[in-house]
Structures are given as C-alpha cells and as structure tokens.
C-alpha cells in the first residue's frame, strides 16, 4: 500500500503508483488533477488565483492557474508522461463567501480560477474528462495513481468520484 502524499496550498507534485495524492481545503482554490492512464504518472496542483501576471510578487509559480498547471505539466512530462495521453480534471472554485453589497460577481475568485484552469487546459491541449466545480462549500479531494479516480469529499455530502 502506498502513501497518500500531500500537497498544500500553493503546492503541486506528483506520483506514480501505489502512492496516491491529496489536498484539502479547497475553497475558491482549484484541485487540478492531470493524469496519464498508460505511465500513471499523476500529478495534483492546488491553485490560489488565476492569473500570476497580475500581481507584482508572484514568486510561486504553483499558486497561480497560469504558471501552476505549466509547471505541473513540465513535472509530468519530464517522469514520463504523454502529452497525448494525458487527462484533466478539477474541482474547487467555490464562492465561499456571499458579499453584501457592491459587485459580488466581480470578485468570485472560484469562477476566474476554474475558468482560467480550463483556459490554461485547453492552451497545453489537455482534455477536461470531468470537474466538480462551484457552489458554496469547501472541498478535500483525492487522486488515485492507479486509475485516475479523483475522489471528492465535502462536510455533509456524499462522497464523489469524478
């Protein structure tokens, strides 16, 4: 039996089997899952904004859906995976907070970081198989290295598998 390795926020690795990926506490954040079914080289990121050209300081490249999901890709391919082959999925990107007041549209980060995820995706040519997405509640979700199975897990819900 392998190890469930954890990433944190702001954080990507990857595995191969038997070990296996988590990351809790997704909030607005985006859990961006990559996965080559043929190598099982499988990669998790867990992403904190979308777009790392608008802030000044953006020193860690895996807080961002822009540069996190490059670098995740790059780790990926460099342990063996196929561009080709290689499947996404995602989940997290939910409004945590309603705002009273004011524009509450323009500031909800979960969206503009699952839309900028599937932006970065469809850029590198990855597939988006299936993503669990939106809403108001956190989430805790783990990869499995040896079928892709993306578990999704939220205080008072099911348990999901995407």
Do not use: W
Not at 6 to 16: H, N, S, T
């Amino acid at each position: 039996m392998g190890q469930m390795i954890k990433v944190g926020m702001a954080d990507l690795k990857i595995c191969k089997p038997p070990d296996n990926l988590t990351t809790i506490g997704l909030g607005s954040c985006i859990g961006i899952a990559l996965y080559d079914p043929v190598s099982k080289v499988t990669g998790l990121a867990h992403i904190m904004l979308p777009d790392s050209t608008a802030i000044r300081n953006n020193s860690n490249i895996a807080k961002f859906a822009d540069t996190g999901i490059q670098k995740l890709y790059d780790d990926m391919i460099a342990a063996g995976a196929s561009k080709t082959r290689m499947v996404a999925k995602i989940a997290g990107g939910a409004k945590m907070f309603a705002m009273s007041g004011g524009n509450a549209s323009s500031i909800n980060v979960g969206e503009k970081n699952a839309q900028a995820s599937r932006d970065k995706l469809k850029q590198l040519g990855i597939r988006l198989v299936s993503e669990d997405c939106g809403l108001n509640f956190g989430r805790t979700v783990e990869l499995y290295s040896e079928d892709g199975s993306y578990l999704i897990k939220a205080v008072g819900k099911d348990v999901k598998t995407i």
